[in-house]
């Protein structure tokens, strides 16, 4: 067995939200305060991939938030592995969000554009690991395989079409294995090739590492059978 077959097999993620509640102060004083959702309970598990569902407003960048530990909640608990996430300012935090790879809805936030894909890939590792050279390069070459970007690791970001820049977006997440991977829309603006392409992706990661996956989306035609979370009438209801 393989060491990273070792670490799937002993490790998993839990998340456990529990009475958890998120309301924003209304700008103005007199009117009353925007609750996305209170007394929310939904448990979600490393072996799965998790979506989250809603209309547009509804909360679910802000739900992702709130798991990264960047957004403060109003009431109730978020736990990791029965330990609540840290959303201290200072070394713990920074420690926390080091364990979280996040692809973000607009890619093109945070890659550097006029860089290489490797290039990329390998800024993401020197950030998060403390791999050598020759290591990075291996862990560069395994997730460009899985990811389909072996081809285009010399040619510069900006070149990308935009289902290729999500796929980099992707592998640039996942590549240093966080504890959490969060992707908020992975699949907008693409068109159904792509999305399938994303989607089965995603499925193959959550086979290979071992990362708890949650994925936002407000297109139900993804979902297949995973387990859904959605967020309706200030509760969320599992599917
Ligand atoms: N810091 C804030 N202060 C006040 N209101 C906020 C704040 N952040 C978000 N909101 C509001 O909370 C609601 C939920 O926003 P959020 O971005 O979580 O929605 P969403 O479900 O991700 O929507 P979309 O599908 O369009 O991305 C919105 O009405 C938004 O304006
Ligand atoms: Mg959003």
Redesign the pocket.
């Known amino acids: 067995m393989t060491k990273t077959e070792i670490k799937k097999k002993i490790t998993k993620f839990k998340l456990s939200a529990i009475e958890l509640t998120k309301i924003?102060?209304h700008?103005s004083k007199e009117e009353v305060n925007?609750a996305?959702f209170a007394g929310a309970y939904f448990e979600m598990n490393s072996k799965d991939l998790n979506f989250i569902v809603?209309?547009?407003?509804?909360?679910?960048?802000?739900?992702?938030?709130m798991i990264m530990g960047i957004?403060p909640l109003s009431a109730g608990e978020l736990l990791l592995n029965d330990k609540a996430i840290p959303l201290l300012k200072g070394k713990e935090k920074n420690q926390f969000l080091q364990t979280i790879g996040y692809m973000d809805?607009f890619p093109a936030r945070y890659l550097s554009l006029l860089l290489s894909v490797e290039k990329n890939l390998d800024y993401s590792l020197l950030l998060y690991t403390s791999l050598q050279r020759e290591e990075r390069k291996k862990r560069i070459k395994s997730h460009a395989s899985t990811l389909g970007l072996t081809k285009l690791l010399n040619q510069q970001t900006i070149t990308l079409s935009g289902g290729e820049m999500r796929r980099l977006a992707l592998a640039c997440s996942i590549i240093f294995e966080p504890t959490i991977l969060i992707c908020?829309?992975p699949t907008a603006q693409l068109d159904g090739k792509n999305k399938t392409m994303i989607l089965s992706l995603l499925g193959k990661i959550q086979q290979e590492v071992n990362s708890l996956i949650i994925v936002?989306t407000?297109d139900q035609s993804i979902l297949q059978s995973h387990p859904t979370y959605e967020?309706k009438d200030r509760r969320i209801h599992k599917w």
Do not use: A, V, Y
């Open positions: 924003f102060p700008p925007i996305l809603g209309p547009s407003g509804s909360g679910k960048t802000t739900l992702l938030k957004e809805q908020d829309e936002s407000h967020i």
